[in-house]
């Protein structure tokens, strides 16, 4: 199993910026897997947002799509989460996700009108 842990969760006001971390660690055989990032806000459902292939394709969520941008750093383990123009109804706990299958514990985002 992979070991994912998030960082970079904070409190913003809207227009405002951040950038989310994920550190994966205890790769196997599934190391070139699809690492993506989801969100959770209270009372919804987890939803995608965003994820990036072995290959370096990417693809959004229509509601993040133009503000957020997906990236990893192969030597360091790291997918990372550009987040501009941040809105209100961003305001959820974002895990990371690798393969589909392995979660991190979230951090999270809150943003303030």
């Known amino acids: 199993q992979v070991q994912l842990v998030e960082s970079g969760g904070g409190s913003v006001q809207a227009g405002g910026s951040l950038r989310l971390s994920c550190v994966a660690s205890?790769?196997?055989?599934?190391?070139?897997?699809?690492m993506s990032w989801y969100r959770q806000a209270p009372g919804k459902e987890r939803e995608f947002v965003s994820t990036?292939?072995?290959?370096?394709?990417?693809s959004y969520a229509d509601s993040v799509k133009g503000r957020f941008t997906i990236s990893q750093d192969n030597a360091k383990n790291t997918l990372y989460l550009q987040m501009n123009s941040l809105k209100p109804e961003d305001t959820a706990m974002y895990y990371c996700?690798?393969?589909?299958?392995?979660w991190g514990q979230g951090t999270q985002v809150t943003v303030s009108s």
């Open positions: 996700n690798y393969g589909g299958t392995d």
């Open positions: 205890r790769y196997t055989y599934r190391r070139y897997a699809a």
């Open positions: 990036i292939n072995s290959d370096g394709r990417t």
